[in-house]
């Protein structure tokens, strides 16, 4: 049975930012993960959001399959994903729904939305008038909510790397980003006993990540994912937080300064949602070792690359689908 690990708790409204930015490095570096407060995405909004994703999920797959993922956004079902490469397991038990960028006004047009129009479908045994309104308005104040939040996160990040706080904006980080919000479902039963994760093991590939749960346990994380045998602890939940945690193109900007910590979402035997929000870089930004992160004695670890050139190779290995991610990546 995992361990039950106490995160750093760190206050986006703090009027302190120095302070702040110091408890954020000793987050990043010891754990690569913490709990986000005051970041502006209030519990109401929350608990629409999880209410709406649910009825969602609870629609029939013939139904949710209209919306497949095209150009990386809309609906994947269950088995779809591998996050481990290597993993033997036939998929990840999780459903998911993934939803592109609303800033960007020269790609927004690529999100698919459910039909908030009233119709009837066959659902539960029964006919059933199957709603979604506000479905696509709530899941937009989200998003928007989410990048106001990640962009005052991302100052604070760049003053615990001893930076300016407008750093990343300085380096074409922030122009256009490549954010995602993606809905997960974890079923309860499964009814099998093969060894199947809700998300196997893996770090997240971008530059951070910010988490919202239902407050079903499942989630874990392996704070040195180089030791064996691997020690996973569970992460706990906390009303109304934030789980923020660092990507890959953070680890290599700050030469593993920041960890890019490996987790996992083990099955409860509880159904779960969760929603990920993923703010990454444009796929033109140029992820090289920060100069505050290097020295003689400690030369950056990775060449430079293009962010779109990284994400769409870890795409790849998790979808199997280069000629799509390519497309969905480059806008």
């Known amino acids: 049975m995992a361990a039950m690990l106490s995160l750093p708790i760190i206050d986006l409204s703090s009027p302190h930012r120095l302070s702040t930015a110091n408890s954020i490095r000793q987050a990043c570096v010891e754990y690569g993960f913490f709990y986000l407060v005051n970041h502006g995405v209030d519990t109401e909004l929350l608990r629409t959001v999880f209410q709406q994703s649910a009825q969602f999920f609870s629609l029939p797959l013939q139904h949710k399959m209209n919306l497949a993922r095209k150009e990386y956004r809309g609906y994947t079902p269950l088995y779809a994903e591998t996050l481990h490469p290597t993993s033997l397991s036939k998929g990840d038990s999780k459903e998911s729904y993934y939803i592109g960028s609303v800033e960007d006004t020269s790609i927004v047009h690529l999100n698919q939305w459910p039909s908030e129009e009233p119709k009837l479908i066959f659902f539960s045994g029964?006919?059933?008038?199957?709603?979604?309104?506000?479905?696509?308005?709530?899941?937009?104040?989200?998003?928007?909510?989410?990048?106001?939040?990640?962009?005052?996160?991302?100052?604070?990040?760049?003053?615990?790397?001893?930076?300016?706080?407008?750093?990343?904006?300085?380096?074409?980080?922030?122009?256009?980003?490549?954010?995602?919000?993606?809905?997960?479902?974890?079923?309860?039963?499964?009814?099998?006993?093969?060894?199947?994760?809700?998300?196997?093991?893996?770090?997240?590939?971008?530059?951070?990540?910010?988490?919202?749960?239902?407050?079903?346990?499942?989630?874990?994380?392996?704070?040195?994912?180089?030791?064996?045998?691997?020690?996973?602890?569970?992460?706990?939940?906390?009303?109304?937080?934030?789980?923020?945690?660092?990507g890959d193109l953070m680890e290599r900007w700050t030469n593993c300064l920041y960890r890019s910590t490996l987790h996992r979402v083990m099955p409860t035997g509880k159904e779960r949602y969760s929603a990920a929000f993923f703010f990454d870089p444009p796929s033109d930004c140029?992820?090289?070792?920060?100069?505050?992160?290097?020295?003689?004695?400690?030369?950056?670890?990775?060449?430079?690359?293009?962010?779109?050139?990284?994400?769409?190779?870890?795409?790849?290995?998790?979808f199997g689908s280069e000629k799509e991610l390519k497309c969905s990546i480059s806008t």
Request: glycine content about 8%.
């Open 126 to 246: 029964k006919d059933t008038p199957e709603l979604l309104p506000n479905w696509k308005s709530t899941m937009e104040s989200l998003s928007w909510k989410l990048l106001s939040a990640g962009k005052d996160l991302l100052s604070l990040i760049a003053m615990s790397l001893n930076l300016d706080e407008d750093y990343f904006g300085k380096i074409g980080a922030l122009n256009k980003p490549a954010v995602f919000l993606r809905l997960l479902h974890y079923p309860g039963e499964l009814g099998s006993d093969e060894q199947i994760y809700g998300a196997s093991p893996h770090s997240d590939y971008g530059m951070v990540t910010l988490l919202m749960t239902d407050g079903v346990p499942g989630l874990q994380i392996c704070k040195d994912k180089f030791k064996e045998p691997q020690v996973w602890e569970d992460v706990s939940h906390v009303e109304g937080a934030l789980i923020v945690n660092i």
């Open 286 to 318: 140029v992820v090289e070792c920060f100069e505050s992160c290097c020295c003689e004695s400690s030369p950056p670890r990775f060449p430079p690359i293009r962010s779109g050139d990284y994400l769409n190779e870890r795409f790849r290995l998790t």
